[in-house]
């Protein structure tokens, strides 16, 4: 046995990565620190680098596969010991939580365990195993059946593999661009920006790869599967006859071992629902009716994870988490505007691209030392708010994977050009995926500027556990009363949320007045 | 008549009707190309004519006469008399009815049969001669051409084939007396087949081998169990001697072979069976007047979809290389059509199996432990012996047995290596195994008929799981 490389905690509390990137192959020589893959966790992208010096012997997962921390990503022959010397793991996984979490897992099901094999091994010896009527599909929709990572028994490549490898190929190529930075900022909103058109399947193609997942049961009388397929099922306890599928073989129906095992899944989730709300009620019978087969041509299916479920998971906490109240207010900007367009040329002849964000982020930190009470986070665990006396400035950037918002910190230390050219760094490092997770965490207040886009109002989502955002419109020439008269000035409109928790309406309000005077008038920054 | 130098245009130009021409031809025609296919000889190729068809039908003959005559053990006495003469005039007739077939096919795919020998004029021209004086030739063009030319048996210096003393594999299936005795020289699978169907017959024959054991290429248990029923039946193997020369005498002939160290030895012989291996026909093509340039062994190397380098012209078959296997031949010919006909296909299968037609045969398929072993799997075998299978003794024929070679990690099957009876039917279901991806409880649950010797296939692939029933597990 080879040298077992485990997915090492990449990041503080990450139990996961999605394995972006393969650096090396079976059969490469490598070095002790040389890249071996990198890893998409939380929101940055992870270099893993090799522990040993040796030969690589065999890639246990696949580009796209989600990989738990501690489980064996790679093994390697090391250096100066023999290839089938015995087996020797690391743990190179300090990980606490993580490790233990992917242990139970291990042994939750022997099925479980079958299942993450085959994951491991589809492309042993270089080799993918796949029905020639597979690869002739793959063929005819142009997909290289080696970049196909298989959900069949032991790894085997599927029709449905091919397919669902096809549509991936389709929406990335034609994922819009939201690059689509104005004149205001760098900094985009988190309005989103970047979702991918939807896309109907490539035409022809009498089969459809979208398994439906309701907990209904079919109730056929026959079902094709193979004999693993069958033993799976046999394991977790299902009957193939009621796996709902629309996928058939030689006219019957057929079932793979990935449908049995998600019809498992389902009605494991599905009694333990009706158990809760149903008590001694029996479960209304399967039902009869049609299954959404028929449309389920209209609908595509993407996994939902990385950074997408990232961004999910922190929106669905925060939002369900802290009682959001958005402030509205809109403020004349002129002298902002004036201000930038002076010091503009003096920030080029250093190389510097000089936004409104460094403005905004100092006029924020110049109003929260006036209100601390927007600077804090919740102790839910002890009852207790942290007031930070340190100003972290959070910056929301859509970047192609998703949204990011990579951190400035100590913002109240640092000089416009500075704060500049550290977020234009920043940003740039979001956007090229090139971030690493201390540059996206320890934010004490955040930024987002969704007028970039456009936009005059909106309501943003805290990022949790921070009390307060900043939500920024776009400046426009607007009409404005002053002094009793009708004139043209430059107006931003400002949309504060804040996690009610912790912080008044009053205070927003208070906030964003003082913010507003800052804002209307920077020199007032130079007394800060 | 004389038809002078006409020109004519097709589609796709097929040149050889052997298993890989005539397969491409119905292929392109079902397709809807209009398709032309020349053949020099005969229709159906050497695999028909002289080759795979012929050679089994009197294999099959002779072990009915030789199943017969060594049954006493199942309480049957029987001497049966061998008329080769009416033997090959049955084989005859069974070629004939396959070749016929063979044309009435391309005939119903509407593909149009001409007879005459192809040689290209340039890269959508080839011109067509046909045979004998007078016939004149025509000038095809053609949008592709479709190389099916096939192989022909090597010779061995000194003995050039003259088709009474020194006997091709051809010529060896159209005797009409059995010799009485039969130097074969080369112990390959043409040769190991051939020897034991003669020694069967009634020949003493003996096989002269430069290596040092029978069917090189296979792998030493597998060779051993037919080498050891060769010798059983009465072969004799002289191995590490080389074929130098060979001179008439009185009463016959005798032949001369040298091992290394350019020691002599003489073998007394009727006939001198040479079977040392085929070469691809390339020479009669005129590739001069295209840009493909065989190898050096004179193959047309072709890519994935059948290509030659030059962009109109494919080869398939013998002619684009190893193995030099019909099926292979077959298997490419419809890719190549298909490609022309604009469809996505390709050469991806994962495994070729072959067969060999000894006592008992061989079977094969994907690879053997060893080449698992070099291609990075950590494999595992499982193996039945065929005297643990009940419709073995039953057949009386309880040599060989069936191994399967699998990733250890995956339990994908990765090849088979069966030396049995019917070996050559058994290895189709391993074959199927590896080119679905199945892996080993796929075939060991899968319930076989009893009493066949299938069963051993599925035992084997449970032996290589440790829960085969009717033998040890390792």
Redesign the interface.
Known sequence: MAFEFKLPDVGEGVAEGELVTWHVA??DAIEEDQVLAEVETDKALVDVPSPKTGTI??LRFEEGDVVPVGDVLVTIDVEGEEPDAEPETTDASQADAADVEAATKAAESEADATEA??D???A????V????SA??LA??L?VD?ETVSGS??????TEMDVRASAEEAESETTTSDSDSAGETAEAASDAESTETPEESQPAGNGQTATRATQVQAADREQTLA???T??VANEVGVDVNEVPTDVTRDGEPFVDEAAVREYAEAQQAAQAADTEALAGEQEPAAATGAEPTAEAERERREPYKGVRKTIGDQMERSKYTAPHVTHHDKVDVTGLVEAREKLKPRAEERGIKLTYMPFVMKAVVAALKEYPDLNTSLDEENDEIVYKNYYNVGVATATEAGLMVPVVDDVDRKGLLQLSSELNELVEKARDRSISLDELRGGTFSITNFGAIGGEYATPIINYPETAILGLGAIEERPWVKDGEVVPRKVMTVSLSIDHRVIDGAEAAAFTNTLMEYLEDPTLLLLE | MVVGDVTTGTDVLVIGAGPGGYVAAIRAGQLGKDVTLVEADAFGGVCLNYGCIPSKALISATDVAHHARHAERMGIHADPAIDLTGMVNWKDSVVRRLTKGVEKLCENAGVELIEGRAEFVDEHKARIVHGGDGQGSETIEFEHAIVATGSRPIEVPGFEFDGTHVLSSRDALSLDTVPEKLVTIGAGYIGMELSTTFQKMGADVTVVEMLDDALPGYEDDVARVVRDRAEDLGIDFEFGLAASDWERTDDGMVVRAEDEDGEISEFAADKVLVAVGRQPVTDTLNLDATDIEPTENGFIETDEQCRSGVESIFAIGDVAGEPMLAHKASAEGEIAAEVIAGEPAAMDQQAIPAAVFTDPEIGTVGMTSEEAEQAGFDPIVGQFPLRASGRALSMNDTDGFVRVVADGDSEFVLGAQIVAPEASELIAEMGLAIEMGAQLEDVAATIHTHPTLSEATMEACANALGKAIHTMNR
Not at chain 1, 124 to 127: K, P
Not at chain 1, 129 to 132: C, D, L, Q, R, Y
Not at chain 1, 152 to 157: F, K
């Open positions: 079976p059969g012997r065999e094999e085959g491991e091994t589809s042993t010896g270089g080799r195993f796949a029905a020639p690869r002739r063929r005819e142009g059946i069949g028994p032991g790894g085997r490549v193979t004999p693993a069958r033993r």
